[in-house]
């Protein structure tokens, strides 16, 4: 029987983020409704004659909580009107392959279960966020809409007897005693559905000639016993002939293994150093959800993610797909380097610059304006394959690179800096900071560089002078949709192109995290290989 049940209290902290409603897991947990208030949130923001008898999908990282809250999302789900949920097996599914099967089933949407790259486990965060039907994050418009509904929600509907058996492959049929009958459970194997859609955009035959053949190359690919695991095992070694041995920490973990499922150089740092000793000529590492990845070559040379779409964008031909369909544009985010606009340049090819925040790219993605995409923050995409940023997508980007040029990955990025030249790129995380100092410390910040005595200035660092060319609080004007996004950070332009970035984070948990990025560019080529390992990953302050 499905019921309504009264809203205890609206909750006013539900605002989602650039990636969903992020918490600890003893907020949805202590907190009475918690969950239930910002899932009849989502299914409220949807029309009802839109949800009625409609496909959703539903899937998670497999982190802690992420069954309990399938449980609750399937029972509002009935109780709302929904026709249909797609779910992965075991609950599990990871954020590109989520996209890829709400393209595939043309579902309405789709409910994602995950903190992506934050720690899980009992102690861990919990997230959960809401993808529209062309499988990309929500836009703005729809999210605003959800959290004004959590802050006046006052009851949920639920069908609390209902149960789905998530760890069978199986079609489940309910008839229930309300209006909205049948309600159907569909649980697959996204697995299969995500390899069917990249042996559609790459030279699979080519791939396992490289990893399986004659003069194959030695890979390891760290799955931090997220997500990813499933699909590594099944298409890097099962298909693509790597031996088994190749991919490592593959099994889901409710906790990750009590590791950080983050790709980078300080919490993926048994991957460096197992590649350092020079055995594996190609290594990589995926966080919790999948979306983000890490590239590392032989004896450790570590990839910067700015560079990786780059030199992906350099080489993009060497991707079947791109062969047939051409290049439409390249995108990044704000923060991120702009190694990848010195190569928009060189072809010819529109750069955009977004907000951070990977529903940007979808619109472009949508408008048919973007074919490659990325972010400094580790995550790479393509245009009209998923919408969502895809770390296994990125490995065989690359994997198709080295097949193509049969050069190792270091000689690859050298030859890339000698042609466009190199952006140092760092940045720098304070995590957890009081949000009041935080504000009031980038208010400060602004009024400085906004006053006019700050144009010109010019900073020596070492032998190199900067001078200030422009600075401003960076806005973004949508080209498809004419919609202006204000104050997504503060930029300090030079006139060679180099830049320093301030911005507030909306990926934490708690508190603020306020990120401080530094992208200094070089062309003289007596200057560029000074420290090719100078472009790190983040700092932790």
């Known amino acids: 029987m499905c019921k309504l049940r009264s809203v205890f209290t609206p909750y006013p902290d539900q605002r989602p983020g650039t990636s969903g409603l992020r918490k600890k897991v003893f907020v949805f947990q202590s907190k009475r409704n918690y969950l239930q208030n910002f899932v009849q949130s989502i299914y409220s923001s949807i029309d009802l004659l839109d949800r009625q008898g409609s496909t959703m999908v539903v899937g998670g990282d497999g982190r802690y909580f992420n069954q309990t809250a399938i449980e609750i999302i399937v029972q509002m789900a009935a109780a ?8 992965g097996h075991h609950g599990i599914m990871s954020t590109p392959a989520v996209s890829c099967v709400i393209r595939k089933y043309k579902a309405i949407g789709g409910i994602v279960l995950t903190a992506s790259h934050n720690p899980g486990g009992r102690e861990g965060d919990f997230g959960i966020k809401f993808n529209t039907a062309n499988g990309g994050p929500a836009q703005d418009a729809v999210t605003n809409r959800i959290f004004q509904i959590s802050r006046t929600i006052e009851e949920y509907a639920i069908c609390p007897e209902l149960r789905v058996d998530l760890a ?10 309300n209006k909205f009958k049948p309600f159907t459970v569909e649980i697959v194997d996204s697995v299969e559905s995500y390899a069917n859609m990249l042996r559609n955009i ?3 035959a080519a791939l396992k000639e490289l990893l399986s053949g004659e003069n194959h190359i030695k890979i390891q690919l760290d799955a931090m016993h997220g997500v990813m695991g499933p699909y590594v095992k099944r298409i890097l070694c099962e298909e693509l002939g790597s031996p088994a ?6 099994v889901p973990l409710q906790d990750f293994g009590g590791q950080h499922p983050d790709p980078n150089l300080t919490y993926a740092a048994d991957l460096v150093e197992t590649m350092r000793g020079g055995q594996y000529d190609f290594g990589a590492a995926f966080d919790g959800d999948g979306d983000r990845n890490m590239i590392l070559g032989k004896h450790g040379f570590f990839v910067n993610p700015s560079d990786s779409v780059a030199v992906i964008a350099a080489n993009v031909f060497s991707i079947p797909y791109f062969q047939h369909t051409g290049v439409r544009g390249y995108a990044r985010s704000m923060p991120t380097s702009a190694a990848l606009d010195n190569v928009a340049r ?6 955009y610059e977004t907000p951070t925040g990977w529903k940007f790219f979808g619109n472009l993605m949508d408008a048919g304006k973007l074919s490659l995409c990325g972010e400094e923050s580790f995550g790479t995409g393509s245009a009209d394959h998923i919408r969502e940023k895809d770390g296994l997508w990125a490995v065989l980007a690359w994997l198709s690179i080295l097949a193509t040029r049969k050069q190792s990955v270091e000689d690859i990025i050298k030859d890339h800096w000698q042609t466009f030249g190199r952006n140092f790129f760092t940045k720098y995380d304070y995590e957890e900071v009081d949000l009041d100092a935080a504000i009031q410390m980038m208010e400060d910040l602004e009024l400085m560089i906004l006053e006019k005595a700050f144009m010109g200035q010019r900073f020596a660092v070492g032998e190199k002078l900067y001078q200030v060319e422009k600075a401003d609080n960076f806005e973004y004007t949508d080209p498809v949709d004419g919609r202006i996004c204000r104050n997504q950070g503060l930029r300090i332009i030079f006139t060679d192109g180099s830049r320093i970035i301030y911005r507030l984070s909306g990926t934490g948990s708690m508190g603020a995290t306020v990120r401080v990025y530094i992208d200094s560019y070089e062309k003289d080529p007596d200057k560029i290989f000074r420290d090719p390992q100078a472009s790190l990953t983040p700092g932790k302050r």
């Open 245 to 250: 041995n190749s991919a490592i920490n593959c």
């Open 168 to 177: 069978t492959l199986s079609k489940q049929k309910f008839d229930l005693e």
């Open 346 to 351: 060189a072809t010819k090819i529109e750069l």
């Open 80 to 87: 709302n009107g929904v026709g249909r949920l797609v779910i």
């Open 202 to 204: 790459f030279d699979f």
